[in-house]
């Protein structure tokens, strides 16, 4: 049995350990008991924490998301150019990719969009990302929501890039793989304004 820790710290550990049990057998098949058991605990403590499976999992989507949001939020606010922010939101988001690559599987899984109390939490995300992404891109002549469509393609080419890598277990170099991103992804905005004119 593991040790009494106080509630937060205990709180914490059972998040952190349901990362992993979620993200290697999925929502549907990881069990309340199987987290209790990798955490040590009974399920009668699991449950003095989360009262639910969804409300645990809802749990882990906000915080992993929030950590991802965080990290572009942080490594974009300082770049020079509007090409700047675009590579270092890349660059974030890659680096989540690598060392957060238990909460990217939990929150980019297709699997979990059937639930609508996740599917939002995802939306959300994705949303904010793409509104992000959607100030970056100014090409004369187009209207907002066309730019918007833009930025939700450009969220689409990091995770469909990120779930390839995850899923084959490649050995890909974060940085390198965002500047290439980046670079495809402003050069085919240079194509947009080109198309607009």
């Known amino acids: 049995m593991a040790a009494r820790l106080p509630a937060a710290e205990r709180r914490q550990q059972l998040v952190d350990v349901a990362f992993t049990v979620f993200a290697a057998k999925g929502f549907h098949d990881a069990s309340m008991n199987d987290i209790a058991e990798a955490a040590g605990v009974t399920k009668p403590v699991l449950y003095q924490h989360f009262g639910s499976k969804?409300?645990?999992f809802l749990e882990?989507?906000?915080?992993?998301?929030?950590?991802l949001r965080e990290g572009i939020a942080t490594a974009t606010a300082t770049a020079a150019s509007p090409r700047a922010q675009v590579e270092a939101g890349f660059g974030a988001f890659f680096r989540f990719v690598r060392d957060e690559r238990e909460a990217f599987s939990l929150i980019f899984s297709g699997d979990i969009r059937r639930e609508p109390v996740f599917a939002r939490e995802v939306d959300r995300?994705?949303?904010?990302?793409?509104l992000a992404i959607t100030d970056l891109i100014q090409?004369?002549?187009m209207d907002e929501e066309h730019r918007r469509m833009l930025a939700y393609g450009i969220v689409g080419i990091a995770q469909v890039a990120g779930r390839h890598w995850v899923d084959r277990g490649l050995d890909t170099d974060a940085d390198e793989l965002a500047a290439q991103?980046?670079?495809?992804?402003?050069?085919?905005?240079?194509?947009?304004r080109q198309v607009s004119t």
Not at 125 to 130: N, P
Not at 181 to 192: F, V
């Open 54 to 56: 969804n409300e645990l």
């Open 60 to 67: 882990l989507l906000r915080e992993g998301s929030l950590r």
């Open 125 to 130: 995300v994705e949303r904010e990302m793409a």
């Open 139 to 141: 090409v004369e002549g």
């Open 181 to 192: 991103l980046a670079l495809l992804a402003w050069t085919g905005l240079r194509g947009a």
